[in-house]
């Protein structure tokens, strides 16, 4: 019996906001609607390709979209960073996530139908919010969420080997549905709530001494402007305006 035709349209909306959502979430992390749109590809391609890498004691395979896509672009991400209290905020994320992954792995049932939600969206969701919490910019979310599930399926191989247990080990298996994916986009998007959210509050940008020294410049010309009625030149943006856009700094 074919699957019915709502249940279809009701698949098919979902895979297009899915992606839609993820376009406009990488284009958050300095990457151009080029950029995110070539990677989100590359992504749904590379979901179908899986690289063994061993097979005794324990099979273990990496899916190319599913975990070395979105690992490889957290490198980048963390290579990218301005400050290194940000790079070592990503790690820190990523080591927190793998560590709540494996101790929840542990004491939540194994079979899904005995859990009230997915477990891809329990640990992705889960993972995303450590990691935005560990953190606290998109880029260090993102990175700490997919490196950190990447390191729990390491961690949970080398258990089995310890064990003596024959078992597979699939990383980023589910390709672009994969939990290394929906972690990443969780913590980037609960960074970008927080972060609206926490400036819309406060009437925009907040001054203090650990801001980034970009942003403190861009929130003090914002202040002058606005002060001289003058923020803009001809309806464009000032210079620093569009550098802040570019670095995409997202602190909060």
Do not use: C
């Not at 279809?8 to 979902?14: E, F, P, Q, Y």
């Not at 994969?178 to 980037?188: E, P, R, W």
């Not at 970008?192 to 003090?220: A, D, I």
Request: proline content about 4%.
């Amino acid at each position: 019996m074919g699957m019915p035709i709502g249940m279809i349209t009701l698949l098919v909306v979902a895979v297009l906001v899915y992606f839609g959502l993820a376009q406009r979430i990488l284009d958050r992390m300095r990457l151009t609607d080029k950029q995110a749109l070539w990677f989100i590809l590359a992504v749904i391609v590379g979901s179908f390709v899986d690289i063994p890498l061993m097979r005794a004691p324990v099979a273990l395979s990496v899916n190319v979209g599913g975990a070395l896509l979105p690992f490889l672009l957290s490198v980048w991400l963390i290579a990218k960073a301005d400050e290194t209290s940000e790079k070592i905020r990503a790690v820190v994320s990523a080591v927190l996530v793998a560590f709540a992954v494996s101790l929840g792995s542990r004491y939540l049932p194994y079979e899904p139908e005995n859990m009230f939600l997915d477990p891809k969206l329990i640990y992705g969701i889960s993972a995303g919010l450590i990691a935005y919490l560990a953190g606290r910019s998109r880029r260090s979310a993102f990175a700490g969420g997919v490196l950190g599930i990447i390191l729990s399926d390491i961690v949970h191989m080398f258990t089995l080997m310890g064990l003596g247990v024959a078992g597979t080990t699939n990383i980023g298996g589910a390709g672009a549905f994969d939990v290394v994916m929906i972690a990443g986009f969780v913590g980037v998007m609960v960074a970008e709530l927080v972060g609206e959210t926490r400036e819309k509050l406060q009437g925009g940008p907040v001054l203090g001494p650990n801001r980034p020294e970009g942003l403190y410049e861009f929130s003090k010309e914002i202040f002058y402007n606005h002060k001289k009625g003058a923020g803009t030149e001809k309806g464009k943006p000032t210079d620093t305006a569009k550098k802040e856009e570019e670095r995409g700094d997202d602190h909060e």
